[in-house]
């Protein structure tokens, strides 16, 4: 018998035992793995009934190894009767009607009657007795834990009735795609509930076939049409979105809710009929809800989901949203080191759900609890879970999409998905009860060390004062929480916790399964560390640089346990797992890039901008090549002009200066428009050795790309310092089609003379 299975067994056996010892263990159910007692179904049973009856037979049998009978008609000398569903409601007392997915259990005169509400209430309240009652647990995708006896019962007088306050509950981690472990925990799938979910506009129409003949359904922008909304105010477009839900409403008569709602991104529409509307409401919200409430009011008896978020997150001033229309806000700019209630980054967002609250009674959230650029990196907001859905639900919230890693493996996702499930049914329950017994479930005799891991890594954002962004790179993060010693010390807790489960093959991969996090943290900071402790680089001769031996190997092995512990891919918008071990090779392949000012140190004469510091006055002389990641390898300024000086410490006589540019409209990030080179004996008197100017054409594409500058020096004498001036645009260029509320940015990294 392996470790987990010992640990298992001992802890739900005292459950099990302390459960059976209360009120006296009058109602037997197995005796001497015998079965004693039978579940009763109506002759005209549901698909629900009858899934729930096989459900509660299958766990008996799986404890006991007895096999309870499912009969329509009771046998005669069955002391004790289980009446499921309307079976129970025939012969049962009266009871109080139960909200949706509500349950009821009765343990009374001898049987045991289980009611539920509408949709899975019945099949929800057979899962909380074989956990509650029977000590069975699920606490991941795998296979359900089960404790082992051969007699089960129900103390005499027993009663369990519970009504969700939420009506809404998802949790999107990679647990949420075993159908077992969502009826378990009682969670729900958007695509289960939702016909249309989501950022749903150009689903509804759709720009590649209307836009060329119609151009007018969409956004009016900076003096001409863009596909990057729709028009609200134009009567046609209210046309087609009928149109388009009649057509999908009748395909798909069991859906609950139906999205309308904005793209993700910028561009909503400033025509004069949508600018009217949106002066007279505040913002461009004010279209969006008098648009929804048009399609809503076609269709009185579905229900419609919009979402405050964006450029629609504030509350509308005078309409009001439909009586069947939902709205979803989003926590998207909170920070989540500290909870929403006292979060000083969620004072917008409080505000947002006070206002709307009192607007409508119909809220629904759209919250994140993952890091989208690194999933698997240690992001610590575990203490948060519970109390960020106690607050949203005691503010007004109805339902809740706690957007997790989804499909791929995040940092403690198996963790994240049962507290969340847990508090999501009920906001009101004790973190530290679910969590150690999870702990000791899951992690059998590693436990302990487990729990050390996660609150060394509380305390150390508490004292570091880390902010978590939910789009944060690991090196962001090298200087508090996630600096070296700090890894060091939490490499030592998932240590102890592999040594606590030695031997036992499916813990030590749990454990190596939440190692991965920081491996990944190691292997993208070393990206920015470059020579630096910590880095991929180690110093051959002088000017001269190579890989440290083994690190292909490194990179290799976590990326095959990665996929074998299920990730997918490692942050948002990042490819499958092979396309992260062919990054690697190609760095690997270049591991830096030569020049005559390797390692020199910069002065700036505009300071760069501190929430992006990468190396500091090191990083455009530190050989490592940012990518289209500006928040990685970057120093970004804001202003018309920068003038860098280096100091090169020895005589040179350079041909050439490369460097690099980060053009990323969606982020501001803009190219220069002229270069000057400038070289000097004593650091005071300078005198001009090359130029460059870019041309300002509209580009062609505007997907972030690495723009190199090369410029060919003219100097015929030697120079020891070196001074580098750009000049890049103080306003948005007019190609530009995003919102103007900001000025335009420019990143630089690296400078290499040649």
Same mark, same amino acid.
């Given at each position: 018998?392996?470790?987990?299975?010992?640990?298992?067994?001992?802890?739900?056996?005292?459950?099990?035992?302390?459960?059976?010892?209360?009120?006296?263990?009058?109602?037997?159910?197995?005796?001497?793995?015998?079965?004693?007692?039978?579940?009763?179904?109506?002759?005209?049973?549901?698909?629900?009934?009858?899934?729930?009856?096989?459900?509660?037979?299958?766990?008996?049998?799986?404890? #006991?190894?007895?096999?309870?009978?499912?009969?329509?008609?009771?046998?005669?000398?069955?002391?004790?009767?289980?009446?499921?569903?309307?079976?129970?409601?025939?012969?049962?007392?009266?009871?109080?009607?139960?909200?949706?997915?509500?349950?009821?259990?009765?343990?009374?005169?001898?049987?045991?009657?289980?009611?539920?509400?509408?949709?899975?209430?019945?099949?929800?309240?057979?899962?909380?007795?074989?956990?509650?009652?029977?000590?069975?647990?699920?606490?991941?995708?795998?296979?359900?834990?089960?404790?082992?006896?051969?007699?089960?019962?129900?103390?005499?007088?027993?009663?369990?009735?519970?009504?969700?306050?939420?009506?809404?509950?998802?949790?999107?981690?990679?647990?949420?795609?075993?159908?077992?472990? @969502?009826?378990?925990?009682?969670?729900?799938?958007?695509?289960?509930?939702?016909?249309?979910?989501?950022?749903?506009?150009?689903?509804?129409?759709?720009?590649?076939?209307?836009?060329?003949?119609?151009?007018?359904?969409?956004?009016?922008?900076?003096?001409?049409?863009?596909?990057?909304?729709?028009?609200?105010?134009?009567?046609?477009?209210?046309?087609?979105?009928?149109?388009?839900?009649?057509?999908?409403? =009748?395909?798909?008569?069991?859906?609950?809710?139906? +999205?309308?709602?904005?793209?993700?991104?910028?561009?909503?529409? #400033?025509?004069?009929?949508?600018?009217?509307?949106?002066?007279?409401?505040?913002?461009?919200?004010?279209?969006?809800?008098?648009?929804?409430?048009?399609?809503?009011?076609?269709?009185?008896?579905?229900?419609?989901?919009? @979402?405050?978020?964006?450029?629609?997150?504030?509350?509308?001033?005078?309409?009001?949203?439909?009586?069947?229309?939902?709205?979803?806000?989003?926590?998207?700019?909170?920070?989540?080191?500290?909870?929403?209630?006292?979060?000083?980054?969620?004072?917008?967002?409080?505000?947002?759900?006070?206002?709307?609250?009192?607007?409508?009674?119909?809220?629904?959230?759209?919250?994140?609890?993952?890091?989208?650029?690194?999933?698997?990196?240690?992001?610590?907001?575990?203490?948060?879970?519970?109390?960020?859905?106690?607050?949203?639900?005691?503010?007004?919230?109805?339902?809740?999409?706690?957007?997790?890693?989804?499909?791929?493996?995040?940092?403690?996702? =198996?963790?994240?998905?049962?507290?969340?499930?847990?508090?999501?049914?009920?906001?009101?329950?004790?973190?530290?009860?679910?969590?150690?017994?999870?702990?000791?479930?899951?992690?059998?005799?590693?436990?302990?060390?487990?729990?050390?891991?996660?609150?060394? @890594?509380?305390?150390?954002?508490?004292?570091?004062?880390?902010?978590?962004?939910?789009?944060?790179?690991?090196?962001?993060?090298?200087?508090?929480?996630?600096?070296?010693?700090?890894?060091?010390?939490?490499?030592?807790?998932?240590?102890? =916790?592999?040594?606590?489960?030695?031997?036992?093959?499916?813990?030590?991969?749990?454990?190596?399964?939440?190692?991965?996090?920081?491996?990944?943290?190691? @292997?993208?900071?070393?990206?920015?560390?470059?020579?630096?402790?910590?880095?991929?680089?180690?110093?051959?001769?002088?000017?001269?640089?190579?890989?440290?031996?083994?690190?292909?190997?490194?990179?290799?092995?976590?990326?095959?346990?990665?996929?074998?512990?299920?990730?997918?891919?490692?942050?948002?918008?990042?490819?499958?797992?092979?396309?992260?071990?062919?990054?690697?090779?190609?760095?690997?392949?270049?591991?830096?890039?030569? +020049?005559?000012?390797?390692? !020199?140190?910069? +002065?700036?004469?505009?300071?760069?901008?501190?929430?992006?510091?990468?190396?500091?006055?090191?990083?455009?002389?530190?050989?490592?090549?940012?990518?289209?990641?500006?928040?990685?390898?970057?120093?970004?300024? !804001?202003?018309?002009?920068?003038?860098?000086?280096?100091?090169?410490?020895?005589?040179?006589?350079?041909?050439?200066?490369?460097?690099?540019?980060?053009?990323?409209?969606?982020?501001?990030?803009?190219?220069?428009?002229?270069?000057?080179?400038?070289?000097?004996?004593?650091?005071?008197?300078?005198?001009?050795?090359?130029?460059?100017?870019?041309?300002?054409?509209?580009?062609?594409?505007?997907?972030?790309?690495?723009?190199?500058?090369?410029?060919?020096?003219?100097?015929?004498?030697?120079?020891?310092?070196?001074?580098?001036?750009?000049?890049?645009?103080?306003?948005?260029?007019?190609?530009?089609?995003?919102?103007?509320?900001?000025?335009?940015?420019?990143?630089?990294?690296?400078?290499?003379?040649?």
């Amino acid at each position: 018998m392996s470790l987990i299975r010992i640990a298992f067994t001992g802890l739900q056996m005292v459950i099990l035992l302390l459960v059976q010892s209360c009120q006296g263990n009058d109602i037997k159910l197995v005796t001497d793995q015998k079965p004693v007692s039978e579940i009763i179904l109506p002759e005209q049973a549901s698909p629900l009934e009858k899934k729930s009856a096989s459900i509660l037979q299958e766990y008996v049998r799986r404890i #006991t190894g007895a096999t309870l009978p499912i009969q329509t008609v009771p046998s005669q000398n069955i002391a004790h009767l289980i009446y499921v569903g309307s079976a129970a409601t025939r012969v049962g007392q009266f009871i109080e009607p139960l909200k949706a997915e509500g349950y009821e259990i009765d343990v009374r005169g001898g049987n045991i009657y289980l009611y539920g509400g509408s949709g899975k209430g019945l099949l929800y309240g057979v899962y909380e007795l074989i956990e509650k009652q029977f000590g069975a647990r699920k606490y991941d995708q795998g296979p359900a834990l089960i404790p082992h006896s051969r007699d089960l019962g129900l103390p005499a007088g027993l009663h369990m009735r519970y009504e969700p306050v939420l009506l809404y509950r998802e949790s999107y981690y990679p647990s949420s795609a075993d159908p077992e472990y @969502l009826d378990w925990h009682h969670l729900h799938r958007f695509e289960d509930l939702w016909g249309l979910w989501g950022h749903s506009f150009f689903k509804i129409i759709p720009p590649e076939r209307n836009f060329r003949e119609h151009p007018e359904y969409f956004s009016w922008v900076n003096g001409h049409r863009q596909p990057s909304q729709l028009c609200l105010s134009n009567p046609d477009v209210l046309r087609q979105a009928i149109a388009y839900f009649e057509r999908a409403t =009748a395909a798909n008569p069991d859906a609950i809710y139906w +999205s309308i709602a904005p793209m993700d991104g910028a561009g909503y529409c #400033t025509c004069e009929k949508c600018a009217r509307v949106d002066a007279e409401e505040g913002g461009p919200q004010g279209s969006l809800i008098r648009f929804v409430n048009a399609v809503a009011a076609y269709f009185p008896d579905q229900l419609f989901t919009t @979402l405050a978020y964006g450029y629609s997150a504030e509350a509308t001033k005078h309409t009001r949203p439909g009586k069947n229309v939902y709205v979803m806000l989003s926590t998207i700019n909170s920070t989540r080191h500290l909870p929403v209630a006292t979060n000083p980054d969620a004072v917008s967002f409080r505000r947002q759900l006070s206002e709307w609250s009192k607007l409508t009674p119909n809220l629904l959230l759209w919250d994140y609890t993952t890091d989208f650029s690194a999933y698997l990196s240690p992001f610590p907001m575990y203490d948060h879970y519970v109390a960020n859905i106690r607050y949203f639900q005691t503010h007004g919230i109805k339902g809740i999409f706690e957007q997790g890693s989804g499909e791929t493996l995040g940092d403690m996702s =198996a963790y994240a998905s049962y507290i969340q499930a847990k508090a999501l049914w009920d906001p009101s329950l004790k973190l530290d009860e679910v969590q150690d017994d999870f702990f000791k479930g899951y992690y059998g005799t590693a436990a302990h060390s487990i729990k050390n891991y996660i609150g060394q @890594l509380i305390s150390a954002r508490n004292e570091t004062q880390a902010r978590l962004g939910i789009y944060d790179q690991p090196f962001a993060h090298r200087s508090d929480y996630l600096a070296l010693d700090k890894i060091s010390s939490y490499r030592q807790a998932l240590k102890e =916790a592999a040594d606590a489960v030695a031997g036992s093959p499916e813990l030590e991969h749990k454990i190596k399964t939440l190692s991965l996090g920081l491996e990944y943290v190691e @292997l993208e900071q070393a990206k920015a560390y470059g020579i630096q402790a910590g880095g991929y680089l180690e110093k051959l001769r002088e000017g001269t640089w190579r890989v440290k031996p083994g690190w292909n190997v490194r990179v290799k092995s976590f990326v095959s346990d990665a996929q074998k512990a299920g990730a997918i891919t490692l942050s948002e918008t990042g490819g499958p797992l092979p396309d992260y071990l062919a990054s690697w090779t190609a760095i690997l392949d270049n591991p830096y890039r030569p +020049s005559l000012i390797l390692g !020199a140190k910069a +002065s700036f004469s505009n300071p760069f901008i501190e929430d992006y510091p990468a190396n500091g006055s090191a990083t455009l002389t530190d050989g490592i090549s940012g990518g289209t990641d500006y928040s990685y390898n970057w120093l970004l300024f !804001a202003g018309g002009m920068v003038k860098i000086d280096i100091p090169i410490g020895r005589d040179i006589l350079p041909a050439s200066i490369q460097t690099d540019f980060l053009f990323d409209p969606s982020h501001y990030l803009f190219l220069p428009e002229k270069i000057s080179v400038e070289g000097s004996i004593d650091g005071n008197n300078y005198f001009p050795i090359g130029s460059h100017r870019l041309d300002n054409n509209v580009p062609s594409d505007m997907k972030a790309r690495v723009q190199t500058v090369d410029c060919t020096l003219k100097s015929k004498q030697l120079l020891r310092y070196l001074r580098v001036a750009i000049w890049f645009p103080a306003e948005l260029p007019e190609w530009f089609n995003g919102s103007r509320h900001r000025k335009p940015l420019m990143a630089i990294d690296e400078l290499s003379l040649e």
